[in-house]
């Protein structure tokens, strides 16, 4: 029998594959939102947290999510109802599916507002604004930027515009060829950054502060901001990692494929971790500035060492392309269901959810301007839509993945479907989707909630 393949195509080799889901795990999540959680969270005790939900959680629900994309060939909506139908389950688990095509509009409309910032920053940088700028005048900078909803609007726009049309190239045209370069230059300057922060006087302050946990700084809440952390970095519990799944060829290993990218994703968050705090020390910030933390800290580094100019443009190009290479993830689960489920093409379906993802970003953008003073549970709509999706709906999703392959799927079918051979591997993965990941990610929950 020919090898079953998806309607939308398939990747066009193993690397093809490490390099698009890599691309899609590595994004504002690790550069961007990494540090400042872990700054606003007191640091140590969080990263040994997170850490942890990566590999008891976040490792085994990626292999579940790509086993279950690659075994079903179709969009998450339609690959959970066709494998709960085969296991003679109730074909109601598509809307797990659904919930996730949900979250990843909600995702992408604010992650493209920030990608904005991002890009605004690459102008900035290479007009050599920063050359030399204090502190203060880095923050002021920022302050300008982010205040502005017309600016903010203009970046979003043309964000969203560039997210539509590589979604809209498709699988292989867009998606692989982009993100061969751009990871290991990214490594590399990240790598500088680090060579640059070992400089100042604070290096030491910076690992300890990421790495000497101090559990009294911790609370339940915090617990979760790691938690759901851990998805949100993996690009798990929506449907992501399922579609890039779903053209994965067979007789690729799921579980190697999975330990590398994890790595490969952790190891971008503790670089940019370990280039950011020196700094922060060294110029007597706050870890805890909140969302403008690497707008606000980085250009100081770029301001003082030689070259900085070229190198932040460089590396704000390289976030940017970073930030693309989650979007198009983020959108995809979308698309490659709303083709299938109302028959129209690629280009159609990219612009319909690109047109009410851009709609959506709006109220993130009002958010830190002219809508500040607009709070929902005492959330500005940034803060809600950010609580809501990487501290609910993904953790939330990744439960019900984790929970679908452990009892739903038959061993023998997940193992077949994982092509691993009866050992130590896939019993140990099998008892963390079963047990310890539904249960820890019911804890967390628990005790945000305060019932434990
Ligand atoms: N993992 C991406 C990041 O860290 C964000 C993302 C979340 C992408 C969920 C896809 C799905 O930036």
């Not at 797990?96 to 493209?112: D, K, N, P, Q, T």
């Not at 604070?202 to 938690?227: E, Q, R, Y």
């Not at 100081?300 to 970073?322: E, H, S, Y």
């Not at 612009?351 to 709070?375: D, M, Q, R, Y």
Request: hydrophobic share 55%; proline share 3%; charged share 10%.
């Amino acid at each position: 029998m020919a090898e079953q393949v998806s309607i939308h195509g398939q990747w066009s080799s193993r690397l093809a594959f490490i390099l698009a889901a890599t691309g899609s795990a590595v994004g504002l999540g690790n550069i961007w939102k990494f540090p400042y959680i872990a700054g606003e969270n007191g640091g140590g005790a969080f990263v040994l947290i997170y850490l942890g939900c990566i590999i008891l959680i976040g490792i085994p629900i990626m292999m579940a999510e790509t086993m279950i994309g690659r075994h079903a060939r179709l969009n998450p909506v339609n690959a959970m109802k066709k494998l709960a139908l085969e296991s003679g389950a109730r074909s109601s688990w598509k809307y797990l599916g659904l919930m996730g095509v949900v979250a990843g509009f909600l995702i992408l409309s604010y992650y493209s507002v920030i990608a904005g910032w991002a890009m605004a920053y690459v102008v900035r940088t290479g007009a050599g604004i920063f050359e030399g700028a204090t502190a203060d005048g880095v923050a002021s900078i920022f302050k300008g930027l982010i205040s502005d909803p017309e600016r903010l609007m203009g970046w979003h726009t043309l964000f969203m515009l560039i997210t539509m049309l590589v979604v809209a190239r498709g699988v292989k045209g867009g998606l692989e060829k982009a993100v061969r370069f751009l990871m290991p230059t990214l490594f590399v300057l990240l790598f500088v950054l680090v060579g640059y922060a070992m400089n100042t006087d604070s290096f030491d302050k910076g690992l300890m502060f990421l790495f000497n946990p101090d559990f009294s700084k911790i609370n339940g809440a915090g617990v979760l901001t790691a938690m759901g952390h851990a998805f949100f970095t993996l690009s798990l519990g929506m449907g992501a990692i399922m579609v890039y799944g779903s053209y994965l060829p067979n007789n690729v290993s799921i579980a190697k494929t999975t330990f590398a990218i994890a790595a490969a994703d952790t190891l971008v968050a503790l670089l940019a971790g370990a280039a950011i705090f020196p700094i922060v020390f060294a110029n007597g910030l706050e870890p805890g500035a909140g969302p403008g933390l690497i707008f606000q800290t980085l250009p100081i580094a770029f301001g003082q060492m030689p070259g900085g100019a070229l190198f932040g443009t460089l590396f704000f190009v390289l976030l940017v392309f970073a930030a693309i290479s989650s979007s198009i993830s983020l959108i995809e689960p979308a698309v490659a269901w709303i083709m299938e489920r109302f028959s129209i093409s690629r280009g159609m379906a990219s612009f319909w959810c690109g047109l009410v993802t851009w709609f959506i970003g709006l109220g993130t953008i009002a958010s830190f301007n002219i809508g500040e003073e607009v709070k929902f549970f005492g959330l500005t709509f940034f803060d809600l839509l950010d609580y809501l999706t990487a501290n609910i709906m993904l953790p939330l999703g990744g439960l019900l993945i984790a929970l679908f392959a452990g009892w739903i799927m038959l061993a023998d079918k997940s193992r077949e479907a994982l092509e691993m051979k009866e050992g130590f591997v896939f019993m140990a993965w099998r008892f963390l989707v079963r047990f310890i990941a539904p249960l820890a990610v019911f804890v967390v929950f628990l005790k945000a909630i305060k019932v434990l």
